[in-house]
T-cell receptor
Framework: AQSVTQPDIHITVSEGASLELRCNYS??????LFWYVQSPGQGLQLLLK??????LVQGIKGFEAEFKRSQSSFNLRKPSVHWSDAAEYFC????????????FGTGTRLQVFP | DTEVTQTPKHLVMGMTNKKSLKCEQH?????MYWYKQKAKKPPELMFV???????INESVPSRFSPECPNSSLLNLHLHALQPEDSALYLC??????????FGQGTRLTVV
């Protein structure tokens, strides 16, 4: 079965510092990969997605992610974090047999200090 | 219009009550979803409707009853819930092989 692992439960960075959130997936084929962000008590907002093609994808709010097949990873990056980026970040993969079904990682909570 | 709208935003209900959560999208998406999210956990899929037909039911208890009256609307009828059903209920919509767009959720408290 497909699975998604986010190894870091909680990350703290200073405002202006760079950020990398890790995501590893278990999958038998090229997956559909997503990063979502969730502020407390809110819904999920899509940051970016990867389906095929260029392995470096650009998203909203200055985020990017790189698909690395050899490492089964889809890490999220941002060169300079803003205080408003503090939120929960979820990596997700579309299930092979049914792409309507998203499998979410357990999430990484990002805290930003001034 | 790129929004998924959920009502109400907050709901408190007793264990003997009947209530409904509503979700609406006007993006022409053919799939609509209900997710349940407990605190500090990822969303868990409950139901998927594809072309107004129930295509996935993730073994959800019968006290949760989904309904898709048309391609833009999705309801979740609630009856005889338990306190452990308290959670954030998220609606989403999407097309096949693309991303899902989420609403802001309904915060449900069962007392």
């Amino acid at each position: 079965a497909q699975s998604v692992t986010q190894p870091d439960i909680h990350i703290t960075v200073s405002e202006g510092a760079s950020l990398e959130l890790r995501c590893n997936y278990s999958y038998g084929a090229t997956p559909y990969l997503f990063w979502y962000v969730q502020s407390p008590g809110q819904g999920l907002q899509l940051l970016l997605k990867y389906f095929s093609g260029d392995t470096l994808v650009q998203g909203i709010k200055g985020f990017e992610a790189e698909f690395k097949r050899s490492q089964s990873s889809f890490n999220l990056r941002k060169p300079s974090v803003h205080w408003s980026d503090a939120a929960e970040y979820f990596c997700a993969v579309g299930e092979l047999q049914n792409t309507d079904k998203l499998i979410f990682g357990t999430g990484t909570r990002l805290q930003v200090f001034p | 219009d790129t929004e998924v709208t959920q009502t109400p935003k907050h709901l408190v209900m007793g264990m003997t009550n009947k209530k409904s959560l509503k979700c609406e999208q006007h993006m022409g998406h053919r799939a609509m979803y209900w997710y349940k999210q407990k605190a500090k956990k990822p969303p868990e899929l409950m139901f998927v409707y594809s072309y107004e037909k129930l295509s996935i039911n993730e073994s959800v208890p019968s006290r949760f009853s989904p309904e898709c009256p048309n391609s833009s609307l999705l309801n979740l009828h609630l009856h005889a819930l338990q306190p452990e059903d308290s959670a954030l209920y998220l609606c989403a919509s999407g097309q096949m092989n693309t991303e899902a767009f989420f609403g802001q959720g309904t915060r449900l408290t069962v007392v």
